[in-house]
């Protein structure tokens, strides 16, 4: 209880230093008409910045078991995202079964592919999996920061925007999701690199 009343004190706080950001979004032509599922795919690190982004609708989010990630289950929860928890590591199996109900629901997912542990980068199959299962697709997500701070003692290298910061998104094209886990790996990275090139 007092989590989730903190969770949604840091909620508004994030609410107030989102609308401080100037976001630029870029979305592949691609994905212009399309309606099914999108399961959104991003690196670990990126999660902050991503925040920024107006969600086309109801999007719900995997959160590992984990302390930290009983915060961040709070702060997603007050500003508006579903959250389902769970880790390959624990409660995996239910987790993503909870991941597919929200998706034939109509919700678009966000997974940080490279989770909930590492290696930085690899992607791990369950995006893949829960893209199959709801006729979703896979969509590439990256982000970068003009001006903030990047953790690099975190095993990710968190990234964390300044108020007032620029923040550029993007979506890539969308991919299958029988695509090979190197094709998506590919694919977000340089969804990052050209979130990096909005910014110059």
Do not use: N
Request: some cysteine; aromatic content about 8%; glycine content about 12%.
């Amino acid at each position: 209880m007092i989590r989730r009343g903190l969770g949604a004190l840091v909620g508004l706080l994030v609410r107030l230093w989102i609308h401080t950001l100037r976001v630029r979004l870029s979305a592949a032509p691609e994905l212009e008409g399309r309606t099914e599922p999108w399961v959104l795919c991003f690196f670990h690190g990126q999660q902050f910045p991503l925040l920024a982004w107006r969600a086309r609708r109801t999007t719900s989010v995997l959160v590992s078991l984990s302390r930290d990630g009983g915060w961040l289950a709070a702060i997603l929860d007050a500003l508006g995202f579903g959250v389902v928890r769970g880790s390959s590591s624990r409660g995996g199996a239910r987790a993503l079964a909870a991941l597919v109900r929200r998706g034939r629901e109509g919700h678009d997912l966000a997974f940080a592919v490279d989770g909930p542990r590492g290696p930085a980068g690899v992607a791990k199959p369950g995006a893949a999996f829960v893209a199959a299962r709801i006729g979703g697709a896979l969509v590439p997500m990256g982000a970068a920061v003009a001006w903030g701070r990047r953790f690099r003692r975190s095993w990710d290298g968190f990234a964390l925007a300044y108020p007032l910061s620029r923040v550029a998104i993007v979506l890539g094209p969308p991919l299958d999701p029988r695509s090979p886990p190197e094709e998506l790996e590919a694919a977000v990275r340089a969804a990052e690199a050209e979130a990096h090139k909005l910014l110059i």
